[in-house]
């Protein structure tokens, strides 16, 4: 017997509505440990980023009655978390809030390129590729460590550059989801994320040489 297909969101959420604990249970377990994530880059401890998830769902529970569906439930959710996480960091001095990206600096500590400018066109495409470690059997073997590498490459990225990296590579977020999530417009997101992407090959690529 094949394995049944995950039920899908909407399905969850109505039935949510109609008061099936168990429907909103599975939300809660399919999103938490993401939610979690995101929070704890907002805030400095573990537990606070457990208070702000907590904080989520019951303002989910309390306004899922009123979700109208014009964004994805996942879109929402995350706004949701987000918003608290950014009021609780403020509170203890952790969080910057997000803002428009200008010229060289994204307000974050971060000025110039992020990989040498000769590595690219005119027109932004690469001209020496990054280095595949896919590409390389004995490195694949070590695809753990790589993950490791890039992990840490991550942790160390300036903090908008890090959530929407977060959002859009490890938990899966569309562009327009990411966007909508962090209230950025196209430039931003586009920006922040290439800066992070290419700092993170940059890791990869010194990993693979060394």
């Known amino acids: 017997m094949p394995p049944r297909s995950p039920v899908d969101d909407q399905e969850l959420v109505e039935r949510a509505r109609g008061g099936d604990e168990e429907a909103f249970a599975l939300l809660v377990r399919r999103y938490s440990p993401m939610l979690l994530r995101l929070a704890r880059m907002y805030v400095p401890t573990d537990a606070l980023a457990e208070d702000v998830v907590q904080e989520t769902w019951v303002a989910v529970v309390r306004g899922l009655e009123r979700f109208e569906g014009r964004s994805s439930f996942k879109t929402w959710l995350f706004r949701i978390l987000t ?110 994320l290439h800066r992070a992407r290419t700092k993170v090959r940059k890791a990869l690529e010194d990993w693979i040489a060394s």
């Open 83 to 192: 918003n608290r996480a950014k009021t609780r960091g403020v509170r203890e001095h952790r969080s910057i809030p997000f803002a428009s990206v200008g010229g060289a600096t994204d307000e974050d500590g971060d000025e110039g390129p992020s990989v040498d400018p000769a590595r690219f066109t005119s027109e932004g495409a690469w001209t020496s590729a990054p280095a595949d470690w896919r590409d390389d059997p004995e490195t694949a073997l070590d695809s753990a460590e790589a993950l490791r590498v890039a992990r840490e490459a991550i942790d160390e990225l300036p903090e908008r550059q890090k959530i929407v990296i977060t959002l859009r590579d490890l938990e899966g977020l569309s562009s327009d989801e990411v966007r909508n999530v962090l209230d950025l417009t196209e430039t931003n997101q586009r920006v922040l």
